[in-house]
């Protein structure tokens, strides 16, 4: 590791990348309070909004590694602060059109693009390359932490925003917030100079070549596919699964999402902990089985407000942990030279998965009446991934003509 990455101070990397993070995962976890509202005011099917947050998520994760690209290359300052303005453009946009194309390539492209700048991917890499290495896998527990905390902190404040002042209002508040907080800690994330080793220096594309021909690379792509198909759906269609199932009032489903919330903030901490110690890919595997088992019961057990919160802290707790163990495996296997763009793509995955989720869900009810099929293929895949993640190798790659990152 060079001099000028020595220098980055992780204290002040975790905070600043850790309100980015609470904002830009609070505000998109709380979208699935807007389905109903704005599908009334427009009169939309539900399949017309789930197909809006699909493409949101589709390309959150098709601009993540081009945003990865640019934060390696240029730092992650400006990554951040163009993903700023875009989240505010998208929230507007929201809040303004009723044309329904409009609305879902407009919100899709601009919201998604500001995901890609202010999520996981894009900040990883500076944590990666500010954490010493037996504090890598514990500084993106963090990382992970945070993002918890601003779904568990913003939940209550979403729902709340859209009782009080109105669907519209409420996200025009949330664009204003979301500039007026991430902008200046982005200015917290100026990097220093590096100054490049002596020798070969692995290009991008000698870089992509070589994760995609990696069995353990690719076997975290679809692992990670399943992970984004389960937690969006969950996390878009869980209000209006519980108002149909004749839990009607909205304080269930926001005491649920910011109960995923809360527990995912001691779950994506563990994981971090507990990744430093044990084999990640077994962690990785226990994580996937375990959704599986806990989805099961939910869709079994009589539902009631005891069960849902039930459901909710054990999914909490499972939810995000897999960043920090995937974060790790990547760092850990690939080296950090291009940690965010890896880290990109592998997340597009993800957002391949959360765009199936989303927009299955709302296809499927609008044609069943009933998310049952979903659910049924949320647990199929869950138990797939897990057995996807044992053959994981974690070891550091040998580069003879390269010199380590």
Avoid at 222 to 251: E, S
Avoid at 321 to 349: D, E, K, Q, Y
Wanted: aromatic content about 12%; proline content about 4%; overall charge positive.
């Amino acid at each position: 590791m060079s001099a000028g990455q020595r220098s980055l101070d992780l204290k002040t990397i975790l905070l600043a990348t850790g309100v980015v993070l609470t904002l830009a995962m609070g505000v998109r976890h709380g979208f699935g309070f807007w389905m109903q509202p704005i599908s009334q005011a427009n009169g939309w099917s539900r399949e017309t909004y789930s197909l809006a947050m699909a493409l949101q998520n589709l390309l959150w994760g098709a601009f993540g590694p081009f945003a990865g690209m640019v934060a390696d290359r240029w730092g992650t300052m400006r990554v951040v602060l163009a993903g700023a303005f875009a989240y505010m453009a998208g929230l507007v946009w929201m809040a303004t059109v009723a044309e329904p194309t409009l609305f879902i390539i407009g919100s899709g492209v601009l919201i998604g693009l500001g995901l890609a700048c202010t999520a996981f991917g894009a900040v990883s890499g500076i944590i990666g390359r500010a954490a010493p290495p037996e504090k890598r896998s514990w500084a993106f527990g963090i990382s992970g932490a945070a993002s918890s905390f601003g779904q568990f902190l913003l939940m209550p404040i979403e729902q709340t925003m859209i009782s009080q002042v109105g669907w519209q209002n409420a996200l025009y508040l949330l664009a204003a917030i979301v500039v007026f907080l991430m902008v200046p800690m982005a200015f917290r994330l100026r990097e220093p100079a590096v100054r490049k080793a002596a020798g070969h220096q692995q290009s991008i594309r000698e870089a992509l070549g070589e994760a995609l021909g990696n069995r353990s690379f690719l076997l975290l792509v679809a692992g990670y596919f399943v992970c984004g198909f389960q937690l969006v759906f969950i996390g878009v269609h869980m209000p209006a699964y519980l108002k149909d199932q004749g839990l009607a009032d909205p304080k269930v489903a926001v005491m649920a999402l910011a109960l995923i919330g809360l527990f995912n903030i001691f779950g994506s901490y563990a994981a971090g902990q507990l990744g430093g110690r044990l084999p990640k890919r077994y962690l990785l595997s226990f994580i996937y089985f375990a959704r599986a088992a806990v989805i099961a019961l939910f869709v079994t057990l009589p539902l009631s407000a005891l069960t849902v919160y039930l459901f909710a802290a054990a999914m909490g707790v499972l939810w995000l942990s897999t960043v920090p163990l995937t974060n790790g495996i990547i760092a850990g296997v690939f080296g950090l030279s291009h940690m965010s763009m890896l880290a990109g793509v592998v997340f597009f995955s993800h957002q391949v998965g959360s765009f199936l989720g989303v927009w299955l869900g709302g296809y499927v009810f609008d044609l069943q009446g009933s998310y049952d099929l979903v659910w049924t293929i949320s647990i199929g895949l869950g138990i797939m991934a897990g057995l996807a993640n044992l053959p994981i190798d974690e070891r550091a790659l040998s580069r003879p003509s390269l010199k380590a990152a």
